[in-house]
């Protein structure tokens, strides 16, 4: 199959943000017969989805073949947990802290606190602050340090810096918008973890609430390539101090010289979104804002405006789908809440008016930004080819030395 070109810019897609169906998306053939799929609620604005003779997706294929495969039964998880708490305890002993956990006040970070807490770790907790922070994010955080009595850093970007970067990703016209601040809050966290020596990051990410997300929705936020090409390209100021990870620290020095592992807890208990919201409003004091990532302001607008308006990509569709496959919740129920709009009319308007603000542009102006024509990340500098040469080194070292060991 010949790689789709992407080099002629297209028009936004416009697609509707009240509740309408989206049947149209970016990067999909014009010709595409619109499909959902028969299990889950993906559709074909996926442009990579396609469907077996049942009309079940790729996604769903992959949940029955690959992840479920990795991920743990509940016997399997108990034992998993128990090693991973000793570990950490005892390469922590001597040490002030035994892991670190990056919080951003959702429900996955700070449900993932509350465990490590009754787990007896001690993490140190670093908060990243990109400048698009809801106050109910900045309450949500304070409130779980205290009440868990832990450390906690908070590791402000320069507001200019940030501002110069997000109007580079704006001006690139790309989908991936959330890339400087999920860029910045991963640089940031493995810093301080290299700084104190903590080797192990706890992180939120689990397949009962994420199990699908389509590819061609986004792109790698931690392609610094990408990040500083669109910088140099579109920014109007140095970089500055804007946290960065480069190529060789992300996959040869975080992983094999200081050897961090990024551990992923959630994956080892049961984890129901709707329970985890409970215990943390019971516990905690914890408050929930409405929709996942809606944390930050940007983040509410990106998925709930930017993405599916100019794209025709409306996240609500995997994250729904993956509580389908993991039986939180029905197909015919998830329909239903695609039929609510994307965004409450005036929030909207009052995060577009925030966001241009802040952004030091007029509504007009932004606005304009947003209907711009769509771009791909390729048309950019990337660390693809980069990441294709180091993946063919590894595999070509393991096969040598399972050579040599005779395995
Ligand atoms: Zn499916």
Redesign the pocket.
Known sequence: MSSPDYSDPAEAVCAPTDGSPITRAAFVPIDRNYQV?T??V?DTTDPEIDFDEHG??N??RHFDSVIKSQWPTLEQGGLLLTNMIETLKLQGTGKSYDCIIGLSGGVDSSYCALKVAEWGLRPLVVHVDAGWNSELAVMNIEQICKRLGFDLVTHVIDWEEMRDMQLAFLRSNLANQDAPQDHAFFAALYGYAEKAGIKYVINGSNFATESILPRAWGYDAMDATLLKGIHSRFGTRPRGKFPVINFFDLYVKYPHLLKMEVLKPLNFLPYRKQDAIETLERDLGWRYYGGKHFESRWSRFFQAYYLPYKFGYDKRKAHL?SLILDGQMDRSDALDALNQPLYDERLLLEDKTFIAKKLKLSVAEFEDLINQPIRHYSEYPNHQKKLRVIRYVYRTIRKMISTILGR
């Open positions: 799929c299990r889950c993906m079940v997706c996604h769903c789908s």
